[in-house]
């Protein structure tokens, strides 16, 4: 952890007295959405920045620069798909956070990987309880195998009645003139 723990705490500190900032008159209309959008009418109260109305988003509500854009614990926040990208990183300084699209083997394979290393993991997710459960991949060929013997008798009858079927839904209908 590179950062020291003050600038964080200040970081914290600013944040909390940052006010929400809104667009204008989002509390008004249902249709216009809180989300920030700079005023730039000739005559906007909240442009001039008149008291008793919304303030605007200014400079002097950002944090610390070296506390900027870090994980609240201090790390830097590095996002991983594979146990590939974890050598690119240096456990002193970032923390891995694995990305949603991953599944659970990979997940698996990615936080023994991590704690080889000795990399802070931000979302290890249940990883205990997933090494607990029997693999699907011992399982699943019996099942496989069995599945293979079944399916071509079912389709071969299948096709056959199709056919019938169609014959008798063409003899029946009668033609219009």
Known sequence: ???????????KKIADKRPEFVRQESWRYKKLATNWRRPKGKDNKMRKQVSGVPPLVKVGYKGPRKSRGLHPSGYNDILVFNTQDLSKIDPKVDAVRIAHGVG??????????ATKLKIKILNPGKVEALK????????KPKKEAEAKVEKPKKEAEAKVEKPKKEAEAKVEKP???
Do not use: H, S
Request: proline share 3%; net charge positive; charged share 45%.
């Open 104 to 113: 659970n083997k990979k997940r698996i394979d990615i936080v023994t990987e």
């Open 132 to 139: 607990k459960l029997p693999k699907k991949a011992e399982t």
């Open 1 to 11: 952890m590179v950062i020291n723990k003050e600038l964080l705490q200040l970081r």
């Open 175 to 177: 033609k219009k003139e």
